[in-house]
């Protein structure tokens, strides 16, 4: 029997190690900025129907692409941006006087040591956390400028996909390597992922702040629009969640002396916020598709390096369309072997 490559083979095998050279070319600078071409992708699955209401109305198509451009400003661009913003300034706040609060630690530490007759703080570089402090503020500096140029990447190729909505689903058809029925599947499958992704879990996250921060106000916590902000995000992080923001503040009220408050909070944080998540969660489930708790943090996992903050709604999806490929590619293929 013999074993030489016929010349189609070989000609194929040449074929796609082209492809993956270049592809590896093309792609591996883009990769800091890869949140951009995903986040357009989002954007479109969830403006398209839009786009074809309005121009079913008679816009013409570029004046329907910048409405919806604006609108997805307005709705999603600047509440993250204004989440984002709490964070870098209460952050450069603290760095700015790492001393003073230093000094408050090691404070409220000794009245603890004493309390407990222990020492906690034997070995504590308090220089090495200085120096971190002022590390994260530089890295946040970075990660801001990269989701800048990102930001600008996405609205390009968003404006381009808008456009052109009617051709875009033939156009991606084209290249790939998948049966019309599991195509179908692929798309059907891949907007309700988006949107459950892209959708549910800040939804519900930014429901579960809310409902925090109306009780930081109640009880009298300090830099409420702080920890709403850490709440909300901590809220999207399974088996996390809430506690990463009101367990803090619980313990800021304790160490003020205000122990009714954080008793209070800690009671509202565990009955209230906490039950608000299976609440919100059962509303959106009957329009929206369920994630499952393990999907989303492995998600956070891998999506926070790659992505940084928006890696929380990329991680979980990357995740779903994974597990839907594998599916897919077991059902084609598999079969057949």
């Known amino acids: 029997m013999s074993t030489h490559l016929s010349l189609p083979v070989m000609r194929q095998v040449f074929l796609i190690v ?20 995903i986040g357009a992708f989002i954007l479109y699955v969830l403006t398209m129907g839009l786009m074809r209401k309005l121009t079913a109305r008679g816009l013409p198509r570029w004046l329907s692409a910048t409405i919806l451009l604006i609108f997805t400003v307005i709705v999603v661009i600047l509440p993250i941006g204004l989440i984002i913003f709490l964070l870098i300034g209460r952050v ?10 230093i000094f408050l630690y090691e404070s409220n530490l000794a009245k603890l040591e004493n309390y407990l007759g222990i020492d906690i703080a034997s070995g504590s570089d308090f220089n090495r956390l200085t120096t971190a402090a002022t590390d ?55 907007i309700e992922m988006v949107r459950s992704n892209a959708i549910a879990i800040p939804l519900v996250a930014l429901m579960q702040g809310i409902v925090a921060l ?30 990463i923001g009101m367990l803090p503040v619980v313990v800021i009220l304790f160490a003020a002396g205000d122990t009714w408050q954080a008793i209070g909070l800690a009671i509202y944080g565990l009955v209230v916020v906490g039950s608000t998540d299976n609440v919100f969660r059962i509303v959106l489930q009957r329009t929206l598709a369920e994630v499952h708790p393990l999907i989303t943090l492995i998600g956070v996992i891998i ?19 994974l597990l839907l490929l594998i599916r897919i590619y077991k059902e084609e293929y598999a079969s057949d072997t």
């Open 92 to 101: 450069t706040e603290v760095v700015s006087n790492i001393e003073k609060y």
């Open 303 to 321: 999506g926070i390096p790659l992505f940084g903050f928006l890696g929380l709604v990329f991680g979980p999806l990357i995740v779903s369309i």
């Open 18 to 37: 082209c492809i993956l050279i270049l592809c590896i070319m093309t792609f591996t600078p883009m990769v800091p900025y890869i949140s951009g071409v």
């Open 214 to 243: 109306l009780g930081f106000w109640i009880f009298g916590a300090p830099n409420i629009w702080f920890w709403f902000a850490v709440t909300t995000i901590g809220s999207m992080i399974p088996f996390v969640g809430t506690a």
């Open 136 to 190: 994260m503020v530089q890295s946040i500096a970075g990660s801001v400028l990269n989701l800048s140029i990102a930001l600008g990447i996405m609205y390009f190729i968003l404006y381009f996909m808008l456009i052109n909505f009617d051709k875009i689903k033939d156009s991606m058809r084209s290249y790939v390597p998948l049966s019309n029925k599991n195509y179908e599947r692929v798309n059907r499958e891949y």
